[in-house]
């Protein structure tokens, strides 16, 4: 089961850098989305496949076009949050506000349910377990946020997955694709989107791919953008990861969609049976 998925955000929504973090600093740059969006849907409807749009509700409230567009083309809409900000880094009560704000804005701009979530960076983790009562009090049914091994914004270890399962936490249960990986010399690395695609040699990524039952993408717009401006004042190992491997990223990501069926997440969620999947407890 491959899956199909896009963080929806602008090339400057790169976390741990202060003048990328808040709206205020946003406005200074210019906006790309739209260009970058034209060449995923020609790229996808070039080969005939679905995908998940992870979307902010900002860009949702900035651009309702790029959100119409989506869902026009019969794509699936789910919410990456409002403002992109890291889940270890907000109280419950303002992760609430923030989640419930960016439902609200996709639901109105698309007309149809949300019901996917994907927290920017990958980041609940241990003690953050208090956001699955949130989202499945806020109507969302299906989560893609965990990394099951140590990474930059944490990980979720106790998860003890690589495949969908079914999170129970405090009473409450959602379903749960998790972000896949491989072992390299016992580090976690996940190729199948991001820096580490654009990164690794494909070569590598479709051997990686062809042993895996399981591969969750996770791309977004500026890992295809190789005119993107370069931001000041980032750190070499920031810099690095936001724009190694662009230029050819997305040749990369074609061949990807050649060698592999993919599908989204509303249609791997009607494949499997979640009657008979694991139940696990964090």
């Known amino acids: 089961m491959n899956i199909l998925t896009f963080d929806i955000e602008e090339w400057f929504h790169i976390l741990d850098n202060e003048s990328t973090k808040t709206a205020n600093e946003w406005q200074q ?103 699955f009562d949130i989202l499945v009090n806020l109507g969302i049914s299906i989560d893609s946020s965990i990394f099951s091994a140590p990474h930059s914004h944490g990980g979720f270890s106790s998860y003890k997955a690589d495949t969908p399962a079914i999170i129970q936490s405090d009473g409450v249960r959602l379903k749960e694709f998790p972000i896949s990986y491989t072992n390299i010399f016992g580090k976690p690395f996940a190729y199948s989107g991001g820096g580490y695609f654009r990164f690794f040699p494909y070569f590598f990524i479709k051997r990686w791919a062809r042993r895996s039952p399981y591969v969750m993408t996770y791309f977004h717009p500026r890992d ?59």
């Open 29 to 131: 740059y210019e906006s790309r989305i739209h260009k970058n969006m034209e060449h995923i849907f020609e790229l996808l409807e070039t080969k005939g496949i679905k995908a998940t749009f992870f979307c902010l509700g900002w860009i949702a409230e900035k651009y309702p076009d790029v959100i119409k567009a989506i869902v026009n083309r019969g794509y699936e809409v789910g919410t990456h949050s409002d403002m992109h900000q890291l889940i270890y880094e907000q109280t419950p009560n303002v992760f609430y506000e923030d989640l419930e704000r960016s439902i609200k804005t996709l639901e109105d701009i698309g007309g149809k349910k949300v019901r996917c979530f994907r927290a920017p960076g990958f980041s609940i983790r241990k003690d953050t377990r208090w956001v």
């Open 224 to 282: 295809f953008d190789s005119g993107q401006p370069i931001i000041k004042n980032l750190t070499l190992s920031r810099k690095f990861k936001s724009y190694v491997g662009i230029s050819g990223a997305f040749s990369k990501l074609g061949n990807f969609l050649n060698d592999f069926e993919f599908i989204d997440i509303d249609s791997a969620d009607k494949r499997i049976d979640w009657e008979n999947v694991r139940v696990i407890t964090v």
